[in-house]
C-alpha cells in the first residue's frame, strides 16, 4: 500500500492531515467489519504459484449439494479484485466490478436461489485480474472470496475451491485500450481449457473477520438482451500488413479494404435485422480472398459486453474494433496508440462468445475475418447492453419539440455514463472526475432523483484525498497528477447533494474531507490569495479552451495566481459553509463563508481590467495576458463582481466578443452565471443551448459529444458520449420548467419560469419527497399554470406565475 511508504520530507509537514486520514480508515474498517457474518468461514483465495500477474483470467470451482427444499433463497456473497463472473451449472448468473479501495472491499449479494437444483450443483466463478493501475482501477492483492448461504446450504472459498487459469485468454502484456484503461483481449477459442487443480494451505489468505468488507452502496449495473443490430457495410480485405500479429487495431485501421455489395459478399440478397437464428452465410468467393470485413451498426450509442453467434473453422481469425462513427469510412480501431480492437480465434461449429470482463461502448462493431477456410455464418455480432438500472422518474416537454429532443438524449448521455459510478466517456477513458461528476450529479437530480447513485461517486472521490489536500483526479485510481480545481468541484458537488436531496448522513460523512481540503489551502495562502501549487503533479486545467488546458505546469519557486483557482475556491468555501451548517458547525461556517467574501474581494481587485471591462484570468509569474468567459461566469457565481457591473458582465456574456468561449465542460458555469439575472438575458442562454446541442443532433448524434468538434478533436480521439455534455437535463427543470429548491431536499421550492421563448413547458421533478409536477403555459400577464407536491414540500412562485391549481398529495 503507498501509505506504508516513507513519506517525501516535503509532505511531512501534513503529517496531522495523515492522521486524520488513518483514524477515518480504522473507523471505516471496525463499521465495514459487522458485514463479514455474510461469509462465514469463507477465505480469500489466489494460486501462490501465479504470483502477481498482470492481464490475467482464471476460473474457480465449487460444487454445492441442495437437498429437498433447500436453496431456494441462497445467496452469492462476493468480493474479488478485478472483475468476477457467475456461472451455475453452465447458466451465466451475473458478473461484477468492485470499485474498491484496497484494503478496503466492496461486495455483491446476488440471488441465486433459482439457478440451483436438487442435488449435486457446479458453480464457476471467472475472475479477470488487471494487475495494474487503471484510471477507474487501483490494484490490490489478487484473488477472491466467495460464500453461498442460504436454507439448508453452505459453501466457501477455500480448500474445497478448484481453480485453473484460463488456457483461453491471452495473459500478460499487451496492447491498452488507452492509457485510462486497462488490457484489450485475445481469446482462443480452439484451445483446451486445461485441468482443475485444487487451492491448497499456502493459497489461502485472511478470513472475512480479518478483512474489511462493506456491500456494494448502489444496485450492480444491469446487463440486458442483445440489441437490434444491422450490417450497414461489408467488403473484401487485403493482405494483411505487417501489425496484423502485433496489433488487431493497427491493422484494423491501416489494412486494405475494398467495399462491396451485399450480395457480393454475403448469400442472403439483403441485410437483416439481427439477431437470425438462419444467420448470414458468406458466400464462398469472399472466403476465398485475403479476408473480409462487415461493419454492424448498433441503431445508437450503447454501452455493454460485446457478444458474437457464429459458425466458423477452427482457426478462423475475427478481430472486433468497435467506434463511435465512421468517419474514417471504417470504425477507427486505432488513435494516438489507443486500441479499440480485440482478436477471438474460432474453434470449429457454432460457437457463442461474450467478454464479460470489460464493457465497451460506440455506434459500430466491425468484423475482419480472416482465415475462413470453407465456410462464415454470422448470427449476431453486437452488445449486451449494461447500464445502471435506475428510473427515469424526471420528465420535460417544451412547445419547441428540439429542447425535447435535447432533454431525452441529454438523459441517454448520462445513463450510458452510469455503471459502477459516474463515468466521463464509456468508450474511451470510463473514469471518473469530480468536475464531471458535478454536472452528471446535477442533471441526475431532475432526470432520475435517486441519491444512492450520487453519494455512492462523491463518497468513492472522497477516498481519494491525498497528504497534500488535494483529491485524486480519478477515483478509485492511483495517478501521477491532478487537478486542483476539480477539487474544489467536488466541494460544490457535495454542497449540490445537501440541496438537492437533504441527506444529512452523508453530508456529516463529507464534511471531515470538506475541512481537509479547506484547511491545507488556508495554510498556503498568500496576500489572502491562493497560488497555484508549483511541481508536475498539478495540472492547472480549467476547460479545454484556449489558454485553459493547463499544458505549463508552474515551476518550484514561481507564484501565480489563476483567477479561475481562486474563484472555485471561494464557491467551495461557501458550499462547504452550507455542509458545515447543515451537521451543526455553524461557527466554521462562517469562518468559511467571511473567508470567501475575502477571496471574492481580492479577486475582483487584482484582476479586474476596468479599460477590457472584464476580469484577466492569470497574474504573477510567466502569467500570460488572457481574458475568458468562464473568469467572468466564475467570478458573477462566486460573489466577487460588485453589484453595479453584473448585468453589464451578463449582457457581455451572451453576445460575441474577444473572450476564450467555454467549452460544452464548463458551459454549465457560464449558462447559470446568467441566468442568476433572471429574465434579462434567460431567452439567450436557452437559444444558445438550442443551437449548441441541437447542432449535435442535426449532425446524427444519438448521445453528446465530449467537444463541439465530436470525434476529430483530440487528434481523431474525441468522445461522442461525454457526462458533462448532459447539462441540459438540469437546465431545462431548473429554469426552464423553473423548479429549483429553496430548502434542502425541496422541503421548499420555488416555480419560477424564466423567459425562454417557449409558449408552454410541463415536467416532473423527483424529490426525496416525492414527484413535483408542474404544467404552465404562457399569457399576456406572465405564466398561468398548475403544480402538484408532496405535502411534505413547500410551494413558492414568483409574482409571475399564476397558480391556476394546487394540490398538495400525501
Known amino acids: 500500500m503507498s501509505s506504508e511508504r516513507p513519506l517525501p520530507a516535503s509532505l511531512l509537514r501534513h503529517r496531522g492531515l495523515l492522521d486524520f486520514i488513518r483514524t477515518l480508515l480504522i473507523a471505516k474498517t471496525m463499521t465495514q467489519n459487522k458485514h463479514v457474518s455474510s461469509f462465514g468461514d469463507a477465505r480469500w483465495i489466489w494460486p501462490s504459484s501465479l504470483g502477481r500477474p498482470v492481464n490475467h483470467t482464471l476460473e474457480f470451482r465449487q460444487t454445492v449439494v441442495c437437498g429437498p427444499g433447500a436453496g431456494a433463497d441462497a445467496r452469492l456473497f462476493i468480493a474479488a479484485d478485478t472483475v468476477y463472473a457467475i456461472w451455475i451449472n453452465g447458466e451465466f448468473i451475473d458478473s461484477g466490478r468492485c470499485p474498491d479501495v484496497p484494503p478496503e472491499r466492496t461486495f455483491d449479494a446476488i440471488p441465486v436461489g433459482a439457478a440451483l437444483k436438487r442435488g449435486r450443483n457446479e458453480v464457476v466463478v471467472g475472475l479477470y485480474v488487471q494487475g495494474v493501475g487503471s484510471f477507474q482501477h487501483l490494484p490490490g492483492d489478487p484473488g477472491l472470496i466467495f460464500a453461498i448461504r442460504g436454507r439448508g446450504v453452505a459453501a466457501f472459498s477455500g480448500l474445497g ?45 485472511p478470513y472475512a473477520a480479518a478483512m474489511s468488507l462493506a456491500p456494494r452502496p448502489i444496485a450492480r449495473t444491469a446487463i440486458g438482451e442483445p440489441v437490434d443490430v444491422r450490417i450497414v457495410a461489408q467488403g473484401l480485405l487485403g493482405p494483411a500488413g505487417d501489425d496484423y500479429q502485433a496489433s488487431p487495431s493497427r491493422a484494423m485501421q491501416h489494412d486494405p479494404m475494398a467495399a462491396r455489395t451485399f450480395d457480393k459478399i454475403f448469400v442472403a440478397p439483403a441485410a437483416p435485422e439481427l439477431p437470425s437464428e438462419d444467420g448470414l452465410a458468406v458466400k464462398a468467393g469472399a472466403l476465398a480472398e485475403d479476408g473480409f470485413y462487415m461493419v454492424v451498426d448498433l441503431g445508437r450509442e450503447e454501452a455493454g459486453f460485446a457478444t458474437f453467434d457464429f459458425e466458423a473453422d477452427a482457426g478462423t481469425v475475427v478481430d472486433i474494433g468497435h467506434g463511435e462513427h465512421l468517419n474514417d469510412l471504417r470504425v477507427r480501431a486505432f488513435v494516438g496508440n489507443r486500441n479499440f480492437a480485440s482478436r477471438y480465434i474460432c474453434r470449429e461449429g457454432r460457437q457463442t462468445f461474450t467478454h464479460i470482463y470489460r464493457r465497451m461502448a460506440g455506434r459500430y462493431l466491425q468484423l475482419n475475418v480472416r482465415n475462413a477456410k470453407t465456410r462464415f455464418t454470422l448470427h449476431y455480432a453486437g452488445l449486451l447492453p449494461a447500464l445502471y438500472p435506475v428510473v427515469e422518474s424526471g420528465a420535460f416537454a417544451a412547445s419547441d419539440r428540439v429542447l425535447d429532443a435535447i432533454h431525452s438524449t441529454a438523459v441517454r448521455t448520462l445513463r450510458l455514463c452510469m455503471h459502477e459510478h459516474y463515468e466521463d466517456c464509456p468508450w474511451r477513458e470510463q473514469a471518473m472526475y469530480a468536475n464531471d461528476s458535478r454536472n452528471q450529479a446535477l442533471a441526475g437530480y431532475y432526470a432520475f432523483g435517486e441519491g444512492a447513485f450520487p453519494a455512492a461517486a462523491l463518497t468513492l472521490l472522497g477516498k481519494g484525498l491525498k497528504p497534500d489536500g488535494w483529491l485524486e483526479m480519478c477515483m478509485p485510481a492511483s495517478i501521477a497528477i491532478t487537478i486542483p480545481s476539480f477539487t474544489f468541484a467536488w466541494i460544490l458537488a457535495v454542497g449540490d447533494h445537501w440541496m438537492h436531496r437533504g441527506d444529512r448522513a452523508f453530508a456529516k460523512r463529507a464534511l471531515p474531507i470538506v475541512r481537509a481540503v ?35 505546469r508552474i515551476q518550484p519557486g514561481e507564484v501565480r495566481y489563476d483567477a479561475p483557482l481562486n474563484l472555485f475556491f471561494a464557491m467551495a468555501l461557501r458550499a462547504g459553509a452550507t455542509v458545515a451548517a447543515a451537521c451543526g458547525s455553524r461557527g466554521e461556517a462562517a469562518r468559511w463563508n467571511a473567508l470567501a467574501d475575502s477571496v471574492a474581494r481580492l479577486v475582483h481587485r487584482k484582476y479586474w481590467v476596468p479599460v477590457a471591462k472584464a476580469y ?5 509569474d510567466r502569467a500570460p495576458e488572457h481574458i475568458c468567459e468562464l473568469t467572468q461566469a466564475l467570478a458573477l457565481l462566486s460573489g466577487a463582481v460588485p453589484a453595479a457591473l453584473r448585468d453589464m458582465l451578463r449582457q457581455r456574456l451572451v453576445e460575441p466578443t474577444s473572450w476564450v468561449e467555454t467549452t460544452l465542460s464548463q458551459s454549465l458555469y457560464k449558462y447559470e452565471s446568467v441566468l442568476g439575472g433572471g429574465d434579462a438575458h434567460s431567452r439567450a442562454v436557452v437559444e444558445a443551448v438550442a443551437a449548441e446541442w441541437g447542432a449535435m443532433l442535426r449532425k446524427g448524434a444519438t448521445s453528446f459529444w465530449e467537444t463541439r468538434l465530436g470525434g476529430e478533436d483530440f487528434d481523431g480521439g474525441g468522445s461522442q458520449c461525454h457526462g ?37 413547458a410541463s415536467g416532473t421533478v423527483p424529490t426525496p419527497h416525492g414527484p413535483i409536477a408542474v404544467a404552465w403555459r404562457r399569457t399576456a400577464r406572465g405564466y398561468e399554470g398548475t403544480v402538484t407536491h408532496p405535502a411534505a414540500c413547500r410551494c413558492e412562485t414568483t409574482a409571475n406565475f399564476k397558480r391556476i391549481a394546487t394540490k398538495a398529495i400525501g
Open 161 to 205: 475451491t478448484s481453480w485453473r487459469t484460463s488456457a483461453n485468454y491471452r495473459a500478460g502484456e499487451m496492447p491498452r485500450i488507452s492509457s485510462q484503461l486497462g488490457f484489450s483481449f485475445e481469446y482462443d477459442a480452439s484451445r483446451d481449457p486445461g485441468p482443475w487443480r485444487k487451492i491448497g494451505a499456502k493459497d489461502l489468505g
Open 518 to 552: 479547506i484547511e491545507a489551502r488556508e495554510r498556503e495562502l498568500l496576500d489572502g490569495l491562493l497560488p497555484c501549487p508549483p511541481g508536475q503533479r498539478y495540472w492547472q486545467f480549467y476547460d479545454w479552451a484556449p489558454g485553459l488546458e493547463g499544458h505549463e
Open 616 to 620: 484577466h484570468t492569470y497574474a504573477g
Open 724 to 760: 458533462w455534455s448532459a447539462t441540459p437535463a438540469y437546465l431545462f427543470g431548473a429554469y426552464v420548467l423553473g423548479v429549483r429548491p429553496l430548502e434542502p431536499g425541496f422541503a421548499a421550492f420555488r416555480v419560477e419560469p424564466l423567459d425562454s421563448g417557449q409558449e408552454s
